[in-house]
């Protein structure tokens, strides 16, 4: 493993700025840290002779060359290991009441007794030398469960040197960790108290800082499984030089300079960046940071397995199979490698075989809906793992595109624990299923209701991104597919009814073939299918028609819409997203309508006060808003009469459907589809205008009522966006 780095420095009175800064720049409130480091340091002779006596003669040659590696490493006495123990107690982080960064667990008041403490073991190499734009390093850390932790560290020849404490706060963006704290002088005490004592923890504000002006460290970094991949190395640097300039008006990130660090700062400096290096000096002649340590002799139960691998060098280590990483606070992503089986030479065009995952490869083991830990799923059909290995082993790209609503990435503190637990039940889960596998895929989880939710292809776009395959004829359309369950089928004696099409839809948007779980692995005929909204269909139909309703017996004229009298009010009456916005701007702007919406000045009773005042002021107003019952629209007729100007309504007879297509398809097009900018309308939008709806009659006062019948108008580029498939599930 390798971190990468950028460091800065922020004086006391900007922490509270700092805090600030950072709380917007990660769109997260601080994460309150406090941790108590334990420092080891290497023994000298004979101290090696005790580690290589731990199972080393059973050791394989590869083995024993990473032990003789350990001998001469220990030997220089170059490195320094630590013990971290995280402090964290029941309390959360939270939200102040003026939108102010604050902290739940203050660094004093905090009962000893209520505080857990979850111990780790960290080895972190001096940054590389160089002129570098960020800091490089290996590091490696093991979680530690219970168990006598200074004779664990005893057996493998390190002896307890001093503790110190580091309290601050932690932000999170995208896979980069900030953190921003500074480091606490703790009381030297004996090694076999440093575990357990936490005496000092109901007292921090006490605790003397290392750096006596009360200075703040601020690091930036990003762990990667392989440093010395050049595509890992650069996405990671880009990450951090980006955050470095969008915080360059707060503070300098740089990175760590080795010289300044031994030389130019002052000691208190120096400790304080080697407590980050663990790289020492030549030990120093006279002067002890702590009393002399009793050597006990200690018999070995370490296995020589877990000698070779604590202490194997990350950069020799086999990478991390399974990788995650997310875009956006919004898709999750994760790459499963296997190391033993090299990728096949590709050539282009390359064949993809896409699929779903609940219900399609993997299926609940139990009576649940939906399969949700790592042990709570099977195969979806026991010829699953062997189709999915032929398509490999036939050069096929394999990829997960599945929709995952259950997960939450977004930064709210009163779901924060059930979200958390979400997540990582879904990569257990995916862990689990993958290693089962054991084959090169890529895992796409699309977590909100976003340009990545099926059926849209966002997921299908940072696929071909991930794997530079966006050029023209990169893709074997032809042989290309998706495979998934939601396909606008009924209901079976074997099934129950599909949830929705998306998954169909999403093959169409792409182009590429489709397949149900039980088409390709069980090899079934196709069933019937309905799609539950085809846009396609909308634009086949014939040219619809503006009419005109001015009797009582509903009698249409089909005429374009005008201005019937010099000063007039118009109230729409349609479904959001049903075309009222635009029919206002396209043909009721140009003959001098001024426009009044809900919308914009958010309450019934602005919109009145401003109707009224244009009214007063002898112009036409057109009320565009949805108007869905008798008693909203009596508002605006008794308006009409109090101002003895004339009412119309402008009916739009746009399905539900329909206008929740166009207002998703106005979301997720903002640069071309979406000049006011909205954002998509939530599902009870839709059904609140249903259960309100009432047909729009003349006897409510109207001098007439003119229909719009739904005709989609715009470029080429543009009917094309909107004939794609753009809602998962519709709300009615």
Known sequence: MHEFAL???????????????????????????????????????????????????????????????VKNMLNAGLYYVQLVGEVSSE??????????????????????????????????????????????????????????FVKFLDQFGYDYVSRYMVVGSRFYDHDTTIFLHKVLQLPQIAADEAISDRSFLSNIDQLPELDSSGGYALQASIDVVDGN???????????????KEALRQAVDLSPGDRLALDTRLPITSRLFIRSYTMKRSAPPQAGSVSPPLIRRKIESATTSKAVASFFKPASQKEPEKLVWRTVNHSLIIGQYNVPQKPPQPRTLPVKIAAFDLDDTLVTPNSGNKWARTAVSWKWWDPSVPGRLKSLHDDGYLLVILSNQSAISLKDNPKTLKKDMASLANFKNQASSILKQLDLPVSIYAATGQDRYRKPRVGMWEEMLEDHDLHADGAVDMAHSFYVGDAAGRDKTDKRRKDHATSDRDLAANIGIQFHTPEEFFLDETTEPYEHVFDPTKHLELAKPSCSAVNDAQASLISTPFTKNSPHELVIFCGSPGAGKST?????????????????????????????????????????????????????????????????????????TRLAEHNDAVRAMNPNTMNPENRTQLPGIAFRSFVQRFQEP??????????????????????????????????ST
């Open 697 to 730: 009659k003349l006897e409510e006062g109207f001098e007439d009522i003119y229909k719009v019948d739904f005709e989609f108008k715009g470029t080429e580029e543009q009917k094309k966006l909107w004939a794609r498939y753009w809602v998962s599930k519709f």
């Open 91 to 148: 309390k959360q982080p939270r939200l102040a009441g003026n939108g102010d960064v604050t902290m739940a667990n203050g660094n004093g008041g905090q009962n000893p007794q209520e505080s857990r403490m979850s111990w780790s073991f960290e080895f972190k190499d001096t940054p590389d030398a160089g002129k570098q734009a960020v800091s490089s390093r290996l590091i490696s850390r093991t979680s530690m469960t219970d168990g006598d």
């Open 229 to 243: 991949n050049p595509e890992l190395k650069e996405r990671a640097t880009r990450q951090l030089l980006a955050i």
């Open 7 to 69: 460091y800065g420095q922020v004086r006391k009175h900007d922490h509270r700025r700092m805090l600030q800064q950072l709380a917007g720049f990660s769109r997260m409130q601080p994460q309150d840290a406090k941790e108590i480091h334990l420092v080891f340091k290497a023994r000298q002779p004979p101290g090696v002779d005790l580690v290589q006596s731990i199972g080393a003669s059973h050791l394989a040659s590869q083995q024993q060359q990473d032990m003789q590696r």
């Open 583 to 655: 029919f206002y701007w396209n043909v009721l702007q140009p003959l001098g309508y001024e426009r009044v919406n809900q919308d914009i000045l958010k309450t019934r009773d602005k919109c009145i006060k401003k109707a009224k005042e244009l009214l007063q002021a002898g112009l036409s107003v057109a009320v565009d808003n949805t108007n869905a019952d008798i008693e909203t629209r009596a508002y605006w007729v008794k308006v009409a009469r109090e101002f003895n100007v004339p009412i119309r309504c402008v009916r739009f007879t746009a399905s």
